[in-house]
């Protein structure tokens, strides 16, 4: 299974699961997966098409996200805030390493009024730097 680390009680972000993983992710809770992947940013990754119909087949809601190195876009940012929102349940966001899950829910949470130091804190309890983005997320937060 992934190295799932939990942010709080709603969202959880992971590196590159399997289909494999499914199984678990359902029975760990999870209600709802993003992929923030693109597909084929490394060879042999599984398809974000392969994780959604495994993904849909247990139950669970998927939605992507792809984020690449031309970085984070508001339109990102409000789908995360989206699928945040309709899930019924916690969430389970994925990329590479988890990093890009991480930054992309901290800057939804900041867009979302969520304080910036309550953020940067709980990435850092799941093993997450958000340091080199403060200044973003502040701005997000309209200064909070």
Known sequence: MADIRT????????PQITVDDI????????????NN???EEEAGQPAGETIRAAAAAAGLAYTAIPITHAGFSHPQIDAMTQALVEADGPVLAYCRSGTRSCNLWALAAAKAGRNPELLVGQAGAAGYDLSGMR???DALAGGR
């Open 7 to 14: 942010i709080n009680e709603s969202v959880s972000v992971a």
């Open 23 to 34: 199984a678990a992710i359902k029975a760990a809770g999870f209600v709802a997966i993003v």
């Open 37 to 39: 992947r693109p597909d």
């Open 135 to 137: 200044p973003t997320l």
